[in-house]
């Protein structure tokens, strides 16, 4: 999203962060699986309802 004043806690939710839609996911989803070099499986990341839950893939995939 490239905006540093940009605060996530474990309950923040795509609604909390303008500009963060489907396609915006995408992105974060596809940097994050590059990042730790992790591939996710569709089911994991389609019904997160927020970061604490990504967090918990991303966690789980290590």
């Not at 999203?1 to 974060?28: F, P, Q, V």
């Not at 990341?45 to 995939?61: A, M, S, Y």
């Amino acid at each position: 999203m490239n905006d540093e004043t940009i605060s996530l806690g474990e309950e923040t939710t795509a609604d909390d962060i303008e500009g963060w839609d489907s396609l915006r996911h995408i992105t974060l989803i596809s940097a994050i699986e590059d990042e730790f070099d992790v591939e996710f499986e569709m089911k994991d990341i389609v019904g997160l309802k927020n970061v604490g839950e990504l967090v918990d893939v991303i966690t789980r995939e290590l």
